[in-house]
């Protein structure tokens, strides 16, 4: 089974940006639908982008559109969510996994802390 891991996370100032990788060990074409999943501290765990491996179709929550791009290199077998206009609230743990997850194993994530 493909396994996803994910980096790019750091510390940045409010209204800066960050990168973030979700490197597959496969094919990502092996997982129809990719996303990005962030999870705060007292928080359940929320979708912030997917995006569908073979077409590109993405799909945003309401509280990142317009300020959030998942994109994927098939050549790499990475998918990216570039985080723009950052606010203290998008500080969180973000994951990338399988959408819907279904029971797939959690990677350890990466830490984006944005401060004020």
């Known amino acids: 089974q493909v396994q996803l891991v994910e980096s790019g996370g750091g510390l940045v100032q409010a209204g800066g940006s960050l990168r973030l990788s979700c490197a597959a060990s496969?094919?990502?074409?092996?997982?129809?639908?990719i996303g990005w999943y962030r999870q705060a501290p007292g928080k359940q765990r929320e979708l912030v982008a997917r995006?569908?491996?073979?077409?590109?179709?993405?799909f945003y929550a309401d509280s990142v559109k317009g300020r959030v791009t998942i994109s994927r290199d098939n050549a790499e077998n990475t998918v990216y969510l570039q985080l723009d206009s950052l606010k203290p609230e998008d500080t969180a743990v973000y994951y990338c996994?399988?959408?819907?997850?279904?029971?797939?194993?959690w990677g350890q994530g990466t830490q984006v802390t944005v401060s004020s």
């Open positions: 996994n399988r959408f819907p997850p279904l029971g797939a194993r």
């Open positions: 496969g094919r990502i074409f092996d997982i129809d639908v």
């Open positions: 995006i569908t491996t073979r077409t590109g179709i993405t």
